[in-house]
């Protein structure tokens, strides 16, 4: 039991369509992480957001938009998306932002673009 | 040109063999983590190495971190099946900002 969930496991989308990834963590942290995890390249960190404010944005496009309502939860707004954004998208926690802070990790949505 | 080497990419072996595993880097890395990802689970946290030379052990596995904290192995004795998946390091390197960086992982079969 990592703490963290994420829904839903499975999503398949058209470019048109507009979806959202949920991540929930149970653990108290407050730090949470996007990553996405494709076969051609190592997992890639996407968005950090600490006590609900975010913290770094590694040079992500606008069509994924991160939503941090508060330290327990975590959305990643898809929108216009392409193909080769079909990976899987991990969400993760940890005590606080710092990366020396162990981190845990999701099960993650496969996502499917079509 | 990944800040972290992993090899070998894939590696299928038999149960109760002994096998090693290697995380590569030009940079110096504060410290360095390895994760076991299995298929349909996100990774999860085997170890952290924080001192160059340091060697950790967790069962059967034995985990170093290189003098100079570029490099790291990771080393299964008798392995076996449960120990099948996804390896992966992972740190944030000195001169990199607060950036966390996965290696490209190491995909490991161990056969019955």
């Known amino acids: 039991e990592t703490g963290v969930t994420q829904t839903p496991r499975h999503l398949v989308m058209g470019m048109t369509n507009k979806k959202s990834l949920k991540c929930e963590q149970h653990l108290g942290h407050n730090a949470m992480y996007w990553y996405k995890q494709s076969a051609k390249k190592p997992l890639e960190l996407m968005f950090v957001y600490s006590l609900e404010e975010r913290v770094e944005n590694n040079s992500v496009p606008s069509r994924f938009s991160p939503e941090c309502p508060n330290s327990s939860h975590l959305f990643l707004h898809l929108h216009t998306l392409q193909p080769e954004d079909s990976a899987l998208y991990l969400c993760?926690?940890?005590?606080?932002?710092?990366?020396?802070?162990?981190?845990?990790f999701g099960p993650g949505t496969r996502l499917t673009v079509l | 040109t990944q800040l972290l080497e992993q090899s070998p990419q894939f590696l299928s072996i038999q149960e109760g063999e002994n096998l090693t595993v290697y995380c590569n880097s030009s940079s110096v890395f504060s410290s360095l983590q390895w994760y076991r990802q299995e298929p349909g689970e996100g990774p999860v946290l085997l170890v952290t190495?924080?001192?160059?030379?340091e060697v950790k052990k967790l069962k059967r596995l034995t985990f170093q971190f290189g003098d100079a904290r570029k490099d790291s192995s990771l080393h299964i004795t008798a392995a076996q099946t449960g120990d099948t998946g996804l390896y992966l390091c992972a740190g944030a390197p000195v001169n990199y900002g607060q950036n966390f960086v996965f290696g490209p992982g190491t995909r490991l079969s161990v056969l019955p």
């Open positions: 190495v924080v001192t160059g030379g």
């Open positions: 993760a926690s940890s005590r606080d932002a710092v990366f020396t802070d162990t981190q845990y």
